[in-house]
């Protein structure tokens, strides 16, 4: 399966992508990453790795459609199955995830439907929740909405600041990301509906 990444920034989960991926004998491989804001350190990752990096910087378009509509096709262009938003500062339209249907993924930093949207770890910390994590889910047009594929608890201990949970949690999507993926491209997860159908536990 060929995979597409979809980054802003630094890139650690983009590099845990390639890192888990891009070895032998993986049923999937990172293959593009499109990249919407020029200089991100995600680029020097890409080129390090050897995976072919695309920079669209979505300023340069009036709407999100036709900024989507590009994005759509270069991916398409390089015959990407799978789509990975990782940390990707930019909801997706419609126009995007018509052209990969039930194929968009996303790791977000808590466990949701708790915590949606920006800054999750600071809403947990303000929430005096004891207990957060990380989810991967199928992207919808809703802000961390679509369909969950599975998740992984983090302990808030009582020291921590927004910093400190954050580097927890992150190390926790750096894990549980590469091992969805496998799993989707493998055929152990699907997406029925909203329904998301798990062939085994994915921990």
């Known amino acids: 399966m060929r995979v597409g990444v979809l980054a802003s920034g630094n890139g650690s989960t983009f590099q845990a992508l390639v890192d888990a991926l891009n070895v032998e004998g993986s049923p999937a491989t990172v293959t593009t990453l499109v990249c919407n804001v020029p200089g991100a350190y995600v680029l020097e990752r890409a080129a390090k790795a050897g995976v072919e990096a695309v920079v669209i910087d979505h300023s340069r378009y009036t709407t999100r459609a036709d900024y989507d509509a590009r994005v759509a096709d270069e991916l398409a262009s390089r015959a990407t199955n799978l789509v990975c938003l990782a940390g990707y500062m930019r909801l997706v339209t419609q126009v995007f995830l018509a052209r990969f249907p039930g194929a968009v993924l996303n790791v977000h930093p808590a466990l949701l439907p708790s915590f949606p949207g920006l800054h999750a770890p600071r809403q947990a910390l303000a929430a005096r929740v004891t207990i957060t994590g ?70």
Do not use: M, N, W
């Open 134 to 203: 990380c989810t991967v889910h199928y992207v919808d047009e809703g802000t961390d909405t679509g369909p969950i594929i599975a998740q992984a608890s983090v302990p808030v201990l009582p020291d921590d600041d927004a910093a400190s949970l954050t580097a927890r949690i992150q190390r926790e999507e750096r894990r549980l990301f590469p091992a969805v993926v496998k799993a989707v491209a493998t055929g152990r997860v699907t997406l029925e509906g909203r329904r998301v159908i798990r062939r085994e536990v994915i921990a």
